[in-house]
């Protein structure tokens, strides 16, 4: 029998990780075996992010003390739940996550999350996994930003290479 006291642990740890997390989803995992649900825990683990199942009742209590999510979750809450919690700027790879697990089980689904304040939905959260991640993009705007420089410091070095094969190339004419 879960006690009072559990209930507000359990309350209070989720409105502290709410608080926290960079962004949140609201998914049902129910039916899930342990196995399942093991693998999904570490997979959002790796991209620094967690998965906390509350009942509905409880997760009311936590959305009144986050108004800016509880018009986005509260008509949600039917049925089982639980939040997918990330705590990192680089969201991508958590959608990749959430996006795996719907096409590997049925029983699991996206229902909607808050992303930097606005509200996505399922069909966003799968083209949000379809991106690269982070990492990947900071890497491909280095790439387009040094690539102008490179070019021309390329056509700098042409112009005393070629001055200098000229002149070899008149000295070997001369022997």
């Known amino acids: ?26 998914v049902n995992c129910i039916g899930l075996n342990v196995e399942e649900m093991t693998n999904f825990r570490k997979k959002l683990k790796q991209n620094k992010a967690d998965i906390k199942v509350i009942r509905n009742t ?19 809450l039917d049925g089982p739940n639980a939040f997918v919690l990330a705590f990192d700027d680089d969201v991508v790879g958590v959608a990749k996550v959430m996006n795996e697990m719907s096409k590997e089980n049925e029983v699991f689904k996206i229902k909607c999350g808050v992303l930097d304040g606005s509200v996505v939905t399922e069909k966003e959260v799968k083209v949000l996994s379809t991106l690269p991640s982070l990492e990947i993009l900071r890497a491909q705007l280095v790439g387009l930003l040094t690539a102008p420089l490179t070019n021309f410091l390329g056509t700098l070095q042409a112009v005393p290479e070629d001055c200098v094969r000229l002149l070899n190339a008149y000295k070997n004419k001369g022997n």
């Open 58 to 76: 409880l997760a009311r209590l936590v959305l009144d003390k986050h108004s800016e999510l509880k018009s986005v979750y509260e008509s949600q």
């Open 1 to 26: 029998m879960i006690t009072k006291s559990i209930k507000q642990n359990q309350v209070t740890h989720l409105s502290d990780s709410l608080g926290k997390a960079k962004s949140s989803f609201l």
